[in-house]
């Protein structure tokens, strides 16, 4: 991470800031992405990643990286799809652009055996 200045005010902020905290004039080069990865003992499972709980934003396989355009911090919650049904465990996190996220389940399994998401962590 580094420090620019805001082209705005004129104050040192992160280059990583969507925006200046202090006059909140946009960052031309902000991060608009963030990364994430989910784990499963269970290879056959996919997983779908959802924004503020309804909006489908992406899905991939267990073990994959999805790389999902955000301009804002936003609620993801990300759930698993076992073989028939699209239901399975689910997690939710804040996420910040410019960060990649791993998401575990250590509990697939059937599908009305819904447990939270294990653990949801910041990796980089
Ligand atoms: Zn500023």
């Known amino acids: 991470m580094a420090l620019i200045k805001c082209p705005e005010c004129g ?6 800031a969507a925006s ?3 006059c909140g004039c946009p960052i031309a080069n902000a991060p608009t992405s963030i990364k994430i ?8 499972v996919r997983y779908h990643i959802f924004m503020n709980g309804s909006v489908e934003l992406g899905r991939g396989l267990i ?3 999805v790389t999902l355009n955000i ?3 936003m609620y993801i919650t990300v759930q698993q ?3 028939i049904l699209r ?3 689910t997690g939710s996190f804040r996420a910040e652009p410019g960060k990649c996220y791993e998401a575990k389940f250590v509990k697939p399994g059937l599908a009305f055996w819904k447990t939270v998401v294990s653990e949801v962590s910041f990796i980089g």
């Open 11 to 16: 104050k040192q902020i992160s280059d990583k």
């Open 20 to 22: 200046c905290p202090n």
């Open 37 to 44: 990865r989910c784990l499963s003992n269970d290879r056959s």
């Open 63 to 65: 073990g994959s990286t």
């Open 71 to 73: 301009k804002t911090p």
């Open 81 to 83: 799809q076992y073989a």
């Open 87 to 89: 239901s399975g465990d």
